[in-house]
């Protein structure tokens, strides 16, 4: 459960939204991964590999399934692997409309 939270909570950053106004976001991801005993070092780790992960499904169109199974089979246990799966496809849309805002400001 903790990590399907995190995982919303970065899609919302990516979205946009509102991410900086609410800065008890950012907090709470921190909350949550020290409630499961990890140090801010692995908690840093685990947002940068967490945004790494779903913006790269949102930009190659990978299915929530295929993802689910890939993060499996690279040790992730089948729950966390499906939280991050139900994340994505819950905040998929709003991420890859940010992707492409962002990708337009670059071309610019």
């Not at 970065?10 to 005993?37: M, Y």
């Not at 409309?97 to 962002?102: A, E, F, P, T």
Request: hydrophobic letters at 40%.
């Amino acid at each position: 459960m903790r990590l399907k939270v995190i995982t919303t909570l970065l899609c919302k950053k990516l979205s946009g939204d509102s991410f900086d106004v609410f800065p008890s976001q950012a907090e709470r991801i921190s909350k949550l991964a020290r409630d499961s005993t990890l140090s801010e070092a692995e908690t840093l780790s685990l947002q940068s590999t967490l945004t790494f992960i779903l913006t790269t499904a949102v930009k190659f169109g990978v299915a929530e399934d295929v993802l689910s199974t890939e993060l499996q089979q690279l040790g992730l246990p089948a729950e966390n692997a499906e939280a991050v799966g139900r994340g994505l496809r819950e905040n998929r849309e709003a991420v890859a409309g940010r992707l492409r805002l962002k990708f337009v400001m670059c071309e610019e």
